[in-house]
């Protein structure tokens, strides 16, 4: 499953890419996730919503996952009970390396142990050829091996729920801040303040002058949401 394009700033589609097992919490902890990211107008892939009728799932799912900017791998219980949840994550995990994307991990109701080891409910992989299923063993151990967020117990699901959207939004601000147009790392309505070398014909001397730019909230949200 190689990458079928490299893409720029301007050829994302989606800001998030949630993977997770749709009979472990999609109607509960991840449609709660995705309520949460349309409150702060993340721009987040819903296959329920964002798959065209009549499409493969298998392309277009994968094309998803390529034009994201961050993919969230929601490890929870039936996770690798999944082929297809695992080929997600082979497909997250070769973007990473290729694309350089964003992974965040989510332990719900599993310890991080379990996936970075294959064992517990990790133990039994589905069927499949051996090097299908080493490929997924690997990503497993990888995405596992990245910094992640575990859902404490007793913990408020809706406060775990903003600590990832928080740190999705972190995330984001750090690659906007890289993006050409808005180096200077600037929040929205914010200044910013460049040093401009300015000859003065009266004192014969160069001075500085600081040149004050006042960033458009309009504008920046404009190319920040539309890339």
Aim: hydrophobic share 35%; aromatic share 10%; net charge negative.
């Amino acid at each position: 499953m190689a990458p079928s394009f490299a893409p720029s700033s301007s050829s994302y589609e989606y800001e998030v890419f949630v993977s997770f097992r749709g009979a472990d919490n999609r109607t509960g902890f991840t449609s709660h996730l995705f309520a949460a990211l349309d409150r702060k107008t993340i721009h987040a892939y819903k296959d329920d919503i964002n798959l065209p009728r009549g499409e493969k799932i298998g392309p277009e799912l994968l094309k998803a996952i390529e034009t994201s900017r961050i993919a969230v791998v929601v490890f929870s219980k039936k996770y690798a009970t999944s082929d297809w949840c695992l080929d997600e994550l082979v497909k997250i995990m070769e973007c990473k390396r290729v694309f350089n994307q964003r992974v965040l991990p989510v332990f719900y109701h599993v310890a991080q142990p379990e996936v970075l080891e294959q064992k517990g409910n990790f133990a039994e992989l589905p069927n499949g050829p051996e090097d299908k299923r080493n490929s997924w063993r690997a990503a497993l151990t990888g995405a596992a091996n990245l910094a992640g967020l575990h859902l404490e117990p007793n913990r408020p699901e809706s406060e775990f729920i903003e600590e990832i959207v928080e740190n999705i939004l972190k995330k984001l601000n750090e690659e906007s801040s890289t993006a050409p147009s808005l180096r200077q790392n600037d929040a929205p309505g914010q200044h910013s303040s460049a040093t401009i070398p300015h000859n003065d014909a009266s004192s014969g001397q160069n001075t500085t002058i600081n040149a004050i730019a006042d960033w458009n909230r309009f504008f920046f949200f404009k190319i920040f949401f539309s890339r």
